[in-house]
């Protein structure tokens, strides 16, 4: 089944650019049927929608952190990219990509998740 | 603004019947909102148990199950296992916006 694996440094500096990639194994981000999103969860605490784009480039974003992110798709690589900019600590968090079905309006897979630290 | 509330913790013996809650403010939950239910424990990602109120993933045990209950969602779990202790949130849509709940810490005991 499909599998969803996040990359990207695992410390950012304040004021940085955060940049992850989720790879889409055993399925295609080409599938009309699904969107691909990513989500978050700082150390102790809920998860958090950041937001999902189609395999077309259309996008939604979490409105309170529409301003900061951009969601972007390489069909070609089979990947899909998180950019969240001018970060702080409060951006310091366990990030996780995850298919959400449009048709049935669920979430799944899920990647294992990836730590991100913002410090300098 | 968007809150989604559900209870921080519960306790529940094993083999008994516990529901957890998801209430939206302002404003009652109903299908339109297409809960979602995930179960996370230590160190895992989150794992879908329910979409859209009620309908379940093929994984999802049979002693979960979702509803609304007086305007809100609900999750349901009967016959409790000690494998169910774990952090549930619930997930609600918001017209091209989804927010996850504050999460209950389900306590086995």
């Known amino acids: 089944q499909v599998q969803l694996q996040e990359s990207g440094p695992g410390l950012v500096k304040p004021s940085e650019t955060l940049s992850l990639t989720c790879t889409v194994s055993r399925g295609s981000v080409s599938s009309g049927s699904y969107h691909w999103s990513w989500i978050r969860q700082p150390p102790g605490k809920g998860l958090e929608w950041i937001g999902y784009?189609?395999?077309?480039?259309?996008?939604n974003y979490n409105p309170s952190l529409k301003s900061r992110v951009t969601l972007s798709v390489d069909t070609s690589k089979n990947q899909f990219s998180l950019k969240v900019n001018s970060v702080t600590a409060a951006d310091t968090a366990v990030y996780y990509c995850a298919r959400y079905s449009s048709s049935f309006n669920w979430f799944d897979p899920w990647g294992q998740g990836t730590l991100v630290i913002v410090s300098s | 603004q968007t809150v989604v509330t559900q209870e921080p913790s519960l306790t529940v013996s094993p083999g008994g019947t516990v529901t957890l809650t998801c209430a939206s403010t302002?404003?009652?939950?109903?299908?339109?909102?297409?809960p979602n239910w995930f179960q996370q424990k230590p160190g895992q990602a989150p794992r879908a148990l329910i979409y859209s109120t009620s309908n379940t993933h093929s994984w999802t045990p049979a002693r979960f199950s979702g509803s609304l209950l007086g305007g809100k969602a609900a999750l349901t779990l009967s016959g409790v296992q000690p494998e169910d202790e774990a952090d549930y949130y619930c997930l609600l849509y918001y017209g091209g916006a989804w927010v996850f709940g504050g999460g209950t810490k389900l306590t086995v005991l």
């Open positions: 784009i189609y395999y077309s480039g259309s996008t």
């Open positions: 302002p404003g009652a939950v109903t299908s339109g909102f297409y």
